[in-house]
Structure formats: C-alpha cells, structure tokens
C-alpha cells in the first residue's frame, strides 16, 4: 500500500499514512486468519488514527503520529461544530462511524456472555467493512475522487488475493494455471473465511477425481495444518498457517 497508498492519502503526513495503512492490513490479516477479537482492537486502533488525520486536516496542522484522545466519543462529537465549509462527511458521518466502531472495540470485544451464537464473529465482519469504508472516504475526499473510485481504490490496495480470483456463473476460478492444484486449493480457502465445501473446491479447481483430490490435496495438507478439514461436513477452512503460505509464496 505505500506509496501509492501515500498519493492517494496526500497531504497526509507519510507517517500517519502507514499507520493507517498497518492498521488496516492487520484488521483484515487477523479476519482471514479468523482471529475476531483482535480484528475488533485493531479496528480501535484505526480510530484514533483517522481522528488524528480528520482533526489535522480541520485544525490545518497534521501530526506526524497518531494520538489517543481521552474521550473518543466526545472528541468525535466536537468535530461536528467544524464549520459547514469543511464536507460533511469529516464533520458527520466519518466521526459517527468511529463512535460506533470504537463502541464496538471497547464494550463488544471482550466477555460475550449468553445467546445461541457467538457475536464476534458478526462484530469482526462489522469492523472490516466500517474500517474499508472509512479509508475510502478519506480516499475520496483527498484524492478528489467518486466514492465508486474511492471504494475501488480501497479493495485494489486491500484484497490482495481478489486478482488472482474470477467468479462466473457461481464458479471460482484461479486465474494463475501455474499453481499446483493445493495451492490453488489454498488460494481459494483463503478468499473465504468461512469455508468452502469439498464440492465447490472440486468444481472450482476442476480435479478429475474427487475421492483422489480428498486424500491427495485436502487429507495431506490438513495434517500439515495449512487448513481444516471437517470429515463430518467436507468443510474446509484455511488454517493461519495456511494464510500465511499465500500471503508470503503465492500473492508476494
């Protein structure tokens, strides 16, 4: 993300740039690697970030490094007597949106008591999607950009493995036919956190065999712990370990 990361973010300081940029990466590392809670941290992380860009860019005098405020609801609320000359989105809707996302890391992240479901999962994908369409806004009104352009931008500079993925007709392909068929396997796994069938793997990955592709690709590479297989429901889930096998040897 750095560089370009910094065009678009311009005349944001580089410094806070990255941290925002670090911030991002490990909400979405930790929701692929399916570690809830402290994707919902990091998402109170990013909020005092933005609020460090949002109150530089009213008071035009922009930290080098980010800062915690004492009340983060408070401090949000004051950003909405900026002046109506400021957009509306740094005076409203952005501060509204950390009010709730940090809501959301300080009292929904910790101790989920009661219920048939556990919350956090539900909370983290919260927090992901809040986190992307925060920094596409501050994309959009930095760059000068459409929030179409804006929220394009985010994803190109966020998810990673959505280039080497093509979806049609309910399908997905792996794009790069130089992958052995695990890592293929794995490329899609980690493109779905919650899982895939063994069913939509063999369709996707088109293996001649499924009986052959359970023992030789899926049975292996769950004793490798590079992901889980569930014998019961032929549910597969990428593994951290198997996340961090993409992340390092296919996508970089």
């Known amino acids: 993300m750095s560089s370009k990361f910094s065009e678009l973010l311009s005349p944001v300081p580089k410094t806070l740039v990255s941290e925002l940029t670090l911030a991002l990466n490990q909400i979405e590392r930790n929701f692929k690697e399916h570690r809830w809670e ?3 941290l990091n998402g109170g992380k990013l909020c005092e970030i933005v609020y460090s860009i949002l109150r530089g860019y009213i008071d035009n005098n922009f930290p080098q490094t ?21 957009p509306r989105s740094v005076r409203i809707q952005i501060p509204r949106m950390l009010i709730a996302l940090y809501e959301i890391r300080n009292n929904r992240g910790v101790g989920h008591v009661g219920g048939d479901v556990d919350p956090n999962h539900m909370d983290a994908v919260c ?36 280039t080497l993925i093509w979806k049609i007709n309910g399908i997905s392909r792996v794009l790069n036919n130089n992958l052995s068929m695990l890592d293929k396997t794995l490329v899609l796994l980690y493109s779905s956190p919650t899982g895939i069938t063994e069913a939509e793997l063999v369709l996707s990955v ?23 297989y569930d014998q019961s429901s032929r549910l597969s889930t990428i593994s951290p370990l198997g996340s961090r096998h993409v992340e390092e040897a296919i996508l970089h």
């Open 66 to 86: 980010a800062s915690k405020p004492k009340n983060m609801a408070d401090a949000c609320k004051l950003l909405e007597q900026t002046p109506s000359t400021f």
């Open 127 to 162: 927090v992901l999607q809040m986190s992307k369409w925060i920094v596409g806004e501050l994309i959009r009104i930095f760059h000068s950009i459409s929030t179409e352009e804006a929220t394009k931008a985010v994803e190109a500079l966020s998810d990673r493995e959505l």
């Open 206 to 228: 088109e293996h001649s065999n499924a009986s052959v592709y359970r023992r030789d690709i899926l049975k292996k590479a769950h004793k490798k712990r590079l992901l889980e």
């Open 38 to 40: 402290p994707a919902e």
